[in-house]
């Protein structure tokens, strides 16, 4: 297996991490929402979702296939470029966190080739990935 390529964010890609963050700001009628995500159309559209909390944790659906379901309907002609998913923090600034293991599937379903947003441990920071290295051996309907 080959290690995976991390690539420098652009500053569209800071962009719409400030736009996970803004999400916050929302007055919602519950305050249990503690992830939001961001996605960018190719066409430069961008599509936000807050994590659905359920009281039964089981019933949680993820910021990043909320984000998906509301651009769905777009996705048949304006494919997604980049993902990001950002936790909500009290007394430290919001962080950039990678997706779930369901949510690397649920991506690499609808947005294969898109790019992902995540916080390198090593010293790089701030990177982004191709979502499919981020899933290397994914689930798949073919015979062996």
């Excluded at 002609?77 to 919001?94: G, L, N, Y």
């Amino acid at each position: 297996m080959t290690a995976m390529i991390k690539y420098e964010l652009n500053q569209d890609d800071l962009s719409l991490i400030e736009i996970a963050k803004a999400e916050f700001s929302k007055n919602l009628a519950h305050d249990w929402h503690g992830v939001a995500a961001a996605i960018r159309l190719q066409s430069g559209e961008t599509v936000t979702a807050f994590v659905l909390e359920a009281e039964n944790p089981s019933l949680t659906v993820c910021a990043e296939p909320m984000a998906i379901g509301k651009a769905l309907d777009k996705l048949v002609t304006d494919p997604i470029d980049c993902i990001v998913a950002v936790r909500k923090a009290e007394s430290t600034p919001h962080k950039v966190i990678p997706p779930c293991g369901r949510c690397r599937e649920f991506i690499t379903d609808y947005a294969p080739k898109a790019w992902i947003i995540v916080c390198d441990p090593f010293p790089d920071g701030l990177v982004k990935v191709v979502a499919t290295d981020l899933l290397p051996f994914k689930y798949t309907n073919t015979p062996s």
